[in-house]
């Protein structure tokens, strides 16, 4: 095998050809599909003299080829690996070709692909190639005129891009569609489908009055569980009118689920194409999570019509622009939906949980990557997650309405352009007036700054001063940063629980009660003046930066923040600071056999936050929820498994003991028989319920949990007692597992939470009991989501487990890799990065890993992508 190629930021060069319009038409049979594809080719007035026309073509069986209507001979172009290059081209011709392509044994579910009866297309990031010879790369943007041909009986909705402009029948019970796209675009925002599929249908009135057709495409027996995804459309569209000031572009919108995607969703210009887990719920079979990520999903690949596809990316080292962006403005849409500290709480979670380990390990990269092997590796927690944060801290710096105007800058200047990310902080500058020069590091440099903060009080001055000092590590390929532009929104608290007006040495006029210091420099000091008694600081408030803070807080002081602080987001993460110094100080005492034992003031504190009754139930939960065996990982140097999950057990168990009385107190208050409701305030009642129920499990018998099980009339419910009941090692457990099944065994994303549950137990035996489950009928190794639910739950979210000292739980993560490489390269790709902390660990556990990386990296025929992940963990 030849290594696979790096492709670099630094050799970008704009096209040489574009194609301007494109006519596809696309002949589906049962073993074979036959694609021909017109292209109108124009030269750039920027091509290099006697520049070839290149074309990338992946998997095709060229049949035919033409220019300008003349049959090409093999003297006339190259054909080598995956592209054809034409030599000698005019200024402007028209290219056609004809390829034979195998959609019914595509498993890699990239290019077009059968899965579950239908045809459908996935062509982010370069899937297109698989579809037709194409410049496949962003920069090309063309009109595309679309028909497909399939038997009509079969497959009797035919869909592309775009509005419908011709349809009729054909012999041989053989219909068509075409449909035609006014909108200019990049081929990864291609799509069409043909398959058999209910059509619910609604319409959405924009501000300018026009009306759009709504139009979700589902399997007949789910019609019934759209109706909160066709809300949460409507709620993003006029979401995006009041916000921004952007209205959908075309007189339809179409929604297609699949059971069977690689990723969450896509957004194929007027054509999603949906995972069908963030589209089908009712709350029967789906929990107030899942509606939730609905309503957040929907949203996005909805506003991905403007920030992606009107402002699309001129090469997929931006990706960021597009993903970033968009994460934000999602954020910011469920926020409004809902409470908007929860919201925050849960996208930190998500951040610290999977975007600071990567940030941390072999794949390190900025947010706008220099370089790549295969770009599907690229479709990070950083570029996402991080992405947002870095648009969250210009909207920090820039404020709402300074924000504003420059989103309207960014899509006066470049709607219909093809650009980079530099573009969108230049808009933003611009608009503004304020300077981002140093900013720009966010986009060039990996690695989380670590912002240690000294405190020191003058009580004969009056004067408070923060210093902050910041590291930012070294990442690979990067090493002696510079100190990056950090905002730091903070506050002062008084003894008394009252805010301190934080006026800085210097200024005449008292200052506001919150302020955003912007921290640029390797250390800064800040005094506030006239402060009459030494306060505690609360720092990063709504987590204003993606980064690591260390402050010397003592017990006391995080519990005195956790009670006092006026930003919801940082009582939070005061009580998550608490429990993770707690539980990591107790690992040392795991390993030396030591008794363990909880200071007073924790579960006092613990017990105050849990029976407050003005504090939404929902921070409550959040508070009271134990940073996971994952994250506390990572707060370790070297990561202790065993002392970890020994340490976090017995806070749990003593919480659960200790305070006994109160959660029972607290369950039995949020009980509720009344009809399901997603209100927030309902949701939150649900939630510190079933917080509830994981403590109480510790403490009472199976019994009541299993009852809890019973007697639930939604998902919600019914899941949060199913994943108590499955760490106990009691009857009730296996028996739940039987019911729970035999309940939903019809319904593939219900047996999805199914597999997970058993996946993610703690209970003995577990590892035996996924090996088990993959032999099952109902998994399928082929469905993405069927991989992650089972697999992927287990190596990524059952720590304990999976780092078994035998090295089984390894081998079971290179089996599936080994397997999947040659089924669907992208999610082994995803599943090899299981490894990629393996550093961190014993040295015995160091060896077990590495040795597996080592028995996937010598794998004949192994995908770039896998290869990409490997090599980079092992150097
Ligand atoms: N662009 C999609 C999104 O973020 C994600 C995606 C990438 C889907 C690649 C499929 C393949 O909305
Ligand atoms: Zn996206």
């Given at each position: 095998?030849?290594?696979?190629?790096?492709?670099?930021?630094?050799?970008?060069?704009?096209?040489?050809?574009?194609?301007?319009?494109?006519?596809?038409?696309?002949?589906?049979?049962?073993?074979?599909?036959?694609?021909?594809?017109?292209?109108?080719?124009?030269?750039?007035?920027?091509?290099?003299?006697?520049?070839?026309?290149?074309?990338?073509?992946?998997?095709?069986?060229?049949?035919?080829?033409?220019?300008?209507?003349?049959?090409?001979?093999?003297?006339?172009?190259?054909?080598?690996?995956?592209?054809?290059?034409?030599?000698?081209?005019?200024?402007?011709?028209?290219?056609?070709?004809?390829?034979?392509?195998?959609?019914?044994?595509?498993?890699?579910?990239?290019?077009?692909?059968?899965?579950?009866?239908?045809?459908?297309?996935?062509?982010?990031?370069?899937?297109?190639?698989?579809?037709?010879?194409?410049?496949?790369?962003?920069?090309?943007?063309?009109?595309?005129?679309?028909?497909?041909?399939?038997?009509?009986?079969?497959?009797?909705?035919?869909?592309?891009?775009?509005?419908?402009?011709?349809?009729?029948?054909?012999?041989?019970g053989r219909h068509f569609a075409t449909w035609e796209d006014p909108h200019k675009k990049p081929s990864y925002l291609f799509a069409m489908v043909a398959g058999d599929l209910a059509c619910r249908k609604d319409s959405f009135t924009t501000a300018s009055g026009r009306e759009v057709a709504l139009r979700f495409y589902v399997d007949h027996q789910d019609a019934d569980k759209c109706e909160h995804a066709i809300e949460s459309l409507k709620k993003s569209m006029a979401w995006d009118e009041e916000t921004f000031g952007l209205e959908y572009d075309l007189d339809i919108y179409m929604v297609v689920a699949t059971h069977s995607f690689n990723a969450g969703a896509m957004e194929n210009k007027g054509l999603n194409v949906f995972n069908s887990k963030y589209v089908l719920a009712k709350p029967e079979t789906a929990t107030d999570t899942d509606f939730q990520n609905i309503e957040g999903v929907i949203g996005h690949e909805y506003f991905h019509n403007w920030t992606g596809n009107r402002v699309t990316l001129c090469n997929w080292f931006q990706l960021s622009l597009k993903e970033g962006l968009t994460v934000f403005r999602d954020q910011e849409f469920s926020s409004d939906m809902g409470s908007r500290a929860v919201k925050r709480i849960s996208d930190v979670r998500v951040l610290r949980a999977a975007q600071f380990p990567e940030d941390a390990g072999p794949m390190a990269h900025p947010i706008r990557p220099e370089s790549y092997i295969e770009m599907n590796n690229f479709y990070t927690a950083t570029v996402y997650n991080k992405g947002a944060e870095v648009i969250r801290m210009i909207h920090t710096f820039l404020g709402p309405d300074a924000f504003r105007k420059g989103m309207d800058l960014y899509f006066e200047r470049h709607d219909g352009g093809a650009v980079a990310c530099e573009e969108f902080v230049k808009a933003m500058e611009d608009a503004s007036g304020v300077d981002l020069t140093r900013f720009r590091l966010w986009y060039s440099q990996a690695g989380t700054p670590k912002v240690t903060v000294d405190r020191a009080y003058d009580a004969e001055t009056k004067h408070y001063t923060l210093t902050f000092t910041q590291a930012v590590p070294d990442t690979p390929g990067q090493s002696n940063k510079k100190p990056m532009q950090i905002p730091v929104k903070m506050g002062l608290i008084g003894a008394d629980g009252m805010p301190i007006p934080l006026t800085l040495e210097g200024e005449s006029a008292q200052g506001p009660l919150e302020r955003v210091l912007s921290f640029s420099a390797n250390m800064e000091s800040f005094t506030f003046t006239g402060v009459e008694d030494e306060p505690i600081p609360s720092l990063f408030r709504g987590f204003s930066a993606p980064v690591t803070k260390v402050v010397d807080f003592t017990e006391e002081e995080l519990i005195f923040l956790m009670g006092n602080d006026p930003d919801p987001f940082n009582r939070w993460d005061a009580a998550q600071q608490l429990f993770a110094d707690t539980i990591l100080g107790m690992v040392a005492d795991v390993r030396d056999d030591k008794k363990l034992s909880l200071s007073e003031p924790l579960v006092a504190a613990v017990k105050k936050t849990l029976t407050h009754d003005t504090l939404d139930k929902a921070l409550i939960a959040q508070a009271l929820t134990l940073p996971s065996e994952t994250e506390l990982g990572d707060r370790m140097a070297h990561i202790d498994v065993d002392g970890i999950h020994a340490a976090r057990e017995f806070v749990a168990d003593t919480l659960a003991e200790k305070l006994k009385m109160s959660w029972r107190a607290v369950f039995e208050e949020c009980a509720d028989d009344g009809p399901y409701t997603l209100d927030s305030e309902s949701i939150a009642r649900r939630r510190l319920k079933s917080l509830c129920l994981t403590y109480l499990a510790r403490v009472e018998?199976?019994?009541?949990?299993?009852?809890?099980?019973?007697?639930?009339?939604?998902?919600?419910?019914?899941?949060?007692?199913?994943?108590?009941?499955?760490?106990?090692?009691?009857?009730?457990?296996?028996?739940?597992?039987?019911?729970?099944?035999?309940?939903?065994?019809?319904?593939?994303?219900?047996?999805?939470?199914?597999?997970?549950?058993?996946?993610?137990?703690?209970?003995?035996?577990?590892?035996?009991?996924?090996?088990?489950?993959?032999?099952?009928?109902?998994?399928?190794?082929?469905?993405?989501?069927?991989?992650?639910?089972?697999?992927?739950?287990?190596?990524?979210?059952?720590?304990?487990?999976?780092?078994?000292?035998?090295?089984?739980?390894?081998?079971?993560?290179?089996?599936?890799?080994?397997?999947?490489?040659?089924?669907?390269?992208?999610?082994?790709?995803?599943?090899?990065?299981?490894?990629?902390r393996w550093k961190r660990y014993d040295e015995e556990r160091q060896g077990l890993m590495k040795a597996r990386l080592e028995r996937i990296k010598n794998t004949e025929n192994l995908a770039s992508g896998v290869f990409e992940i490997v090599s980079k963990a092992l150097i």
């Open positions: 095998m030849t290594e696979p190629v790096e492709k670099h930021l630094k050799d970008y060069k704009r096209p040489d050809f574009n194609v301007e319009t494109v006519e596809l038409h696309v002949d589906i049979c049962e073993t074979e599909t036959h694609v021909t594809a017109t292209l109108g080719v124009a030269k750039s007035p920027e091509a290099a003299e006697g520049a070839p026309f290149l074309l990338d073509g992946k998997e095709l069986e060229l049949l035919e080829i033409e220019v300008d209507g003349r049959t090409l001979s093999e003297v006339d172009y190259t054909l080598e690996g995956e592209v054809l290059t034409l030599p000698g081209m005019p200024e402007a011709f028209s290219l056609k070709t004809k390829v034979k392509i195998h959609p019914e044994t595509n498993t890699s579910l990239e290019g077009l692909y059968f899965a579950d009866g239908t045809f459908l297309t996935q062509c982010e990031a370069e899937g297109f190639r698989r579809i037709t010879f194409f410049p496949d790369r962003p920069d090309v943007m063309s009109s595309y005129r679309c028909t497909v041909v399939a038997d009509k009986a079969k497959y009797p909705v035919l869909l592309a891009n775009g509005n419908l402009v011709e349809e009729g029948a054909l012999a041989d018998t199976p019994i009541t949990t299993f009852e809890a099980f019973a007697s639930a009339t939604n998902m919600t419910d019914e899941l949060a007692a199913l994943t108590v009941l499955s760490d106990l090692d009691a009857e009730e457990s296996e028996k739940a597992m039987g019911l729970f099944y035999e309940a939903w065994k019809a319904d593939t994303l219900v047996l999805d939470k199914w597999f997970m549950t058993q996946a993610t137990s703690k209970r003995p035996g577990t590892l035996e009991r996924v090996k088990a489950l993959a032999e099952h009928p109902d998994f399928d190794i082929k469905n993405p989501n069927k991989v992650r639910s089972l697999i992927g739950a287990f190596c990524q979210g059952n720590p304990w487990h999976f780092h078994r000292k035998d090295g089984k739980g390894y081998d079971l993560l290179a089996d599936t890799v080994i397997t999947l490489n040659a089924i669907n390269p992208s999610i082994a790709a995803r599943m090899a990065s299981g490894f990629n």
